[in-house]
């Protein structure tokens, strides 16, 4: 590589919590700059959940924790060209790209739901997502079926 690797960005934590992991759901939430309207749309949702999940005693926000941690993948596959033929090789995510991933898979499935408001589809997916189900549970499942299926061609990773 030619250029150095930029600079991580700082990532301010978000108001009500203070937690840098809201901030970055946020802002992948957020659509043309309208941060304010995503925080609202966040907060608006765990509310749902609060009221969903009144009999437990986990707080909304460990909620939402919970069901990141569910529907983050562990592994993935990359297309790599080896003489000709493209194979699907099996590669571990790094960290902060499996928090992205799962981010932005939960989002995109809570966006795909029917009707209603995006707080309640959002509220939703989260509380698929804890109980083990959901699009977005069964995005991260077919990544590590899919990894499993091509094991084969694991030893092409480097």
Do not use: C
């Not at 759901?25 to 765990?46: Q, W």
């Not at 069964?138 to 061609?153: C, G, L, P, S, T």
Request: without cysteine; proline residues 4%.
């Amino acid at each position: 590589m030619r250029k150095a690797k930029p600079k991580k960005r700082v990532i301010l934590p978000d108001p009500k919590f203070n937690d840098q992991k809201v901030s970055k759901f946020v802002n992948h939430l957020m659509y043309d700059g309208k941060k304010n309207t995503s925080y609202e749309i966040f907060y608006a949702a765990l509310d749902i959940v609060a009221e969903k999940s009144k009999d437990q005693e986990k707080s909304p926000l460990e909620i939402w924790k919970q069901a990141l941690d569910n529907i983050t993948p562990q592994v993935e596959v990359k297309s790599r060209r080896v003489g000709g033929a493209t194979f699907q090789v099996p590669t571990e995510i790094r960290p902060d790209r499996k928090e992205s991933v799962s981010m932005k898979n939960m989002i995109a499935f809570a966006r795909k739901r029917g009707g209603k408001s995006m707080a309640e589809k959002l509220a939703a997916e989260i509380m698929d997502a804890v109980n083990s189900q959901g699009g977005a549970y069964k995005r991260k499942e077919d990544m590590h079926r899919m990894a499993e299926a091509n094991r084969a061609f694991a030893h092409f990773r480097f």
